[in-house]
């Protein structure tokens, strides 16, 4: 690379990391986690924090897996944007007789 040129795999590897990163955080089911309280204090103040908190959870991870899944788009569309522009200017230099 001469300083002014995209790494073009480094961004796909990118893409895919963060898309893998967004599945497997994304499966994670933290409500569960505090159910428990719900099932042995039925009723209770607690049950009622442990609830809210679960549900709270779920929203929090579902908006982070959206947001990572967002990212991973921004980044697959400027490795493509970088790649259709690398092989505009190569068809262009072609046919002024560059390489």
């Not at 963060?18 to 309280?37: E, F, M, N, P, W």
């Not at 204090?41 to 967002?70: F, I, T």
Request: proline letters at 0%; zero cysteines.
């Amino acid at each position: 690379m001469t300083g002014f040129e995209a790494d073009v795999q480094s961004l796909q590897k990118a893409v895919k990391a963060t898309r893998d990163a967004a599945d497997q955080g994304g499966s994670v089911t933290l409500k569960s986690s505090i159910s428990h309280v719900n099932e042995g204090m039925d009723s209770s103040a607690s049950a009622d924090v442990a609830r809210k908190l679960g549900e709270r959870w779920e929203k929090n991870l579902a908006d982070w897996k959206r947001l990572m899944l967002d990212y991973a788009n921004a980044l697959d569309e400027s490795a493509k944007s970088y790649q259709d522009t690398d092989l505009a200017a190569k068809r262009d230099l072609s046919r002024q007789g560059g390489r």
